[in-house]
């Protein structure tokens, strides 16, 4: 049962522990997801922030063997956006080790870790089941690294802006020439087409393109944001969906695919029915609270301590709900029979309503709901959620480990495959780097090789620094400004 978010239990005394202990969870709990849906697909991500990390958690949670591609040094941009932050191991070395070829081979020896600062609350919910490993793509011998990768690789994962994939010959042209079976995903804000397709995604940019924003906040005031990543998780969710489609075809076909992703489209799929309504001949929408603009009585209501939702979604449903409150006559109304009769008088029978439910507490009214059959919920804040029975009961918030021990909570995933997900395993986010001389000898880098792409700079191992400076150099990889997708 999930308890709350739980404090490190210590930091490890060494990049080489932290790194044993990360692999060792890590292999732990690969070896219980083998016969996960997509236990054999290995997918390469180089995309940062949020929308691409949830689509590639979401592939991993499903058995998918996901390999993080990251910035040299600092990692994914999200490892720093906090706090809040969860201690434990934060991921990051300092200057004082080295990596350099000797008379008797590759030499690779570790440096001391920063103080630890834990790592971002942010980052922590989007990067669960992947191994970590860094790569200077913006190098000629990072990006062969990185190649090398995607010859073994079923899905290639990116958010970078379209010219900078050209840039770097990353783009889908060039990678789908060179592995024709490779599905590759593509994640930003406006699509690869269109006017607008250089420009950069911000989940709040894509919010209020769509209409969004629009139709959000209360009744009589201006437009307001969702206050959540929501672009960037549903465009994460349709990007998962979108290659599971891709690689049934490729089952059949042996050809791989072009995934292409934007955060302004996920948002618009969320609006249609507002657009399908507008298109219909409703009046431009405008916001309306808590209140549905098509379904009388779709809303939310004060009580005498706290406010509750009631969702009487048909006729027969708002002939249960006025029994329920004693509001017999409303029920009896041939006007009001109809849900375009209560749309033409909502005002009144919302005045009925609220004036009704103002006179108990919520427990009273939602039990009398309950028992009426009536849809209706309290409006609970995140406390009262992670303590609701419900969502304990099906382990929608669990506890994943942390890299450098310690444990904390995380929303999992949204779905069931299967009879039941107690025997489900996760690993829990890596630490930065953690996988790096594992992945590169599964592809068949040496000893030797290895130690040489440390030296220059194109890989990062924990604990090592590169040529001309220390374990905290950025090596130019693209950043946010280049087209990666943030969530505000």
Known sequence: ???GVHRGRGHSQGRHLAVGIAQLIMTRALSRREDGPLSRVRVVDISGSYAGPTATMYMGDLGADVIKVERPGSGDD?????????LGDPGGCVAGGSASMGDDGPAITAGSCSPAKGESAWFLSANRN??????????????????????RADVFVENLNPSKLEQLQLDPGTLRTLYPGLVYCAISGFGLTGPDSDLPGYDMIAQARSGLMSVTGAEGGPPERVSTALSDVVAGMAAVMAVLAALRRRDRTGEGDLVDISLLEADLALMAPRVASYLAGEPEPRPTGATDSVIAVYQRFETADRPIVVAAGNDRLWERLCVAVGLEGLA????????????????????????????????????????AGVPSAPVQSLSDVLSDPQVIARGAVGELELPGGGTFGAVMQPWRVGIDRAGAAHAGPPALGAHGEAVLEEHGFSAREIAALAGSGAVWIPGTVVAGGDAGDEAGRAGPEDGEQLPS
């Open 1 to 3: 049962m999930y308890q």
């Open 130 to 151: 992947k191994r970590s490993v860094c790569i200077d793509i913006s190098a000629p011998e990072g990006r062969a690294v990185l190649l090398r990768l995607l010859g």
């Open 78 to 86: 999200t490892r720093h956006w906090g706090p809040p932050f969860v």
């Open 332 to 371: 009896s109304r041939p006007d009001l029979a109809s849900n375009a009769g209560r749309r033409e008088k909502r005002r009144e029978i919302v005045t009925a309503l609220s004036e009704r439910f103002a006179g108990k507490g919520a427990s009273q009214w939602l039990e009398r709901l309950e028992a």
